[in-house]
């Protein structure tokens, strides 16, 4: 089936990209294999996260397939986009479809992109994960590639208002190395192991992040541990706790 959608969203992308001059640096994009079934694992600090996921994927001629809630696919504007890209729904009530959609995915070949953390983390650390990255990666008997994104926080995330119209944001894209699900004896032990490996690129994505806060009211944006005034994790998970 050809791809319609896709490729002008693509083109969109780019071009507002060069419009906000986006410092996007992309750093492994050889890790994305240019054939067969992949799951793509990022961590998630900003309702974009998933443009610049799968940018990280172009090199490699790839066209990622998002998991995200049934909502977005319902909605009337992102609706018909998300559908003609062929992002993968997730409804939570009837999770156990969703996940056999992406396994099906996986074994036609298809790189599908998620978000193991599940909502967007206040603490700009990385959450728990859930196991179903590993778990659809060990069924259909496809890599993992952890990935670290940062700096997509500054443009629109959880609790702040949108400044999609920011100008030179730097966005850093880690891709790491693909792990084999055959390394691990079963899915909660490399769950583990992806959640260390992310985490690890997330720390080098900061830590070697070329800008500062330009003042303290500006370090909401960096997390707790490297003085910056986001929520702790401990803090973040309480605001996401459902209010009685």
Same mark, same amino acid.
């Given at each position: 089936?050809?791809?319609?959608? !896709?490729?002008?969203?693509?083109?969109?992308?780019? &071009?507002?990209? @060069?419009?906000?001059?986006?410092?996007?640096?992309?750093?492994?994009? +050889?890790?994305?294999?240019? %054939? $067969?079934?992949?799951?793509?694992?990022?961590? +998630?600090?900003? !309702?974009?996260?998933?443009?610049?996921?799968?940018?990280?994927?172009?090199?490699?001629?790839?066209?990622?397939?998002?998991?995200?809630?049934?909502?977005?696919?319902? +909605?009337?504007?992102?609706?018909?986009?998300?559908?003609?890209? @062929?992002?993968?729904?997730? *409804?939570?009530?009837?999770?156990?479809?969703? !996940?056999?959609?992406?396994?099906?995915? /996986?074994?036609?070949?298809?790189?599908?992109?998620?978000?193991?953390?599940?909502?967007?983390?206040?603490?700009? &650390?990385?959450?728990? /994960?859930? %196991?179903?990255?590993?778990?659809?990666?060990?069924?259909?008997?496809?890599?993992?590639?952890?990935?670290?994104?940062?700096? &997509?926080?500054?443009?629109?995330?959880?609790?702040?208002?949108?400044?999609?119209?920011? @100008?030179?944001?730097?966005? %850093?894209?880690?891709?790491?190395?693909?792990?084999?699900?055959? $390394?691990?004896?079963?899915?909660?032990?490399?769950?583990?192991?992806?959640?260390?490996?992310? %985490?690890?690129?997330? *720390?080098?994505?900061?830590?070697? !992040?070329?800008?500062?806060?330009?003042?303290?009211?500006?370090?909401?944006?960096?997390?707790?541990? /490297?003085?910056?005034?986001?929520?702790?994790?401990?803090?973040?998970?309480?605001? *996401?706790?459902? @209010?009685?």
């Amino acid at each position: 089936m050809p791809e319609l959608v !896709y490729p002008p969203v693509i083109a969109f992308a780019k &071009t507002m990209f @060069r419009v906000l001059d986006l410092q996007i640096t992309v750093e492994g994009a +050889h890790h994305v294999p240019r %054939s $067969g079934g992949a799951v793509l694992a990022s961590n +998630h600090v900003s !309702y974009l996260d998933f443009i610049f996921c799968g940018l990280g994927a172009l090199d490699s001629r790839r066209r990622v397939r998002f998991m995200a809630k049934q909502s977005v696919f319902t +909605h009337r504007v992102s609706g018909p986009l998300m559908r003609g890209m @062929r992002h993968i729904p997730v *409804d939570r009530t009837a999770g156990a479809d969703s !996940y056999a959609a992406a396994v099906d995915a /996986l074994r036609r070949g298809e790189v599908v992109g998620v978000f193991p953390e599940a909502t967007i983390s206040r603490s700009f &650390t990385v959450k728990d /994960l859930k %196991s179903g990255a590993t778990r659809m990666a060990r069924e259909a008997e496809v890599p993992v590639l952890p990935v670290a994104i940062w700096g &997509t926080q500054r443009l629109w995330t959880k609790g702040r208002p949108r400044t999609l119209t920011r @100008r030179h944001t730097p966005i %850093s894209v880690l891709i790491g190395e693909p792990m084999d699900p055959a $390394g691990w004896p079963d899915a909660p032990a490399m769950t583990a192991a992806l959640a260390e490996r992310m %985490s690890a690129l997330v *720390d080098r994505a900061q830590r070697a !992040y070329p800008e500062q806060p330009a003042g303290p009211d500006d370090r909401w944006w960096l997390p707790a541990h /490297l003085g910056g005034t986001a929520p702790t994790a401990e803090e973040a998970a309480a605001l *996401d706790r459902p @209010r009685a």
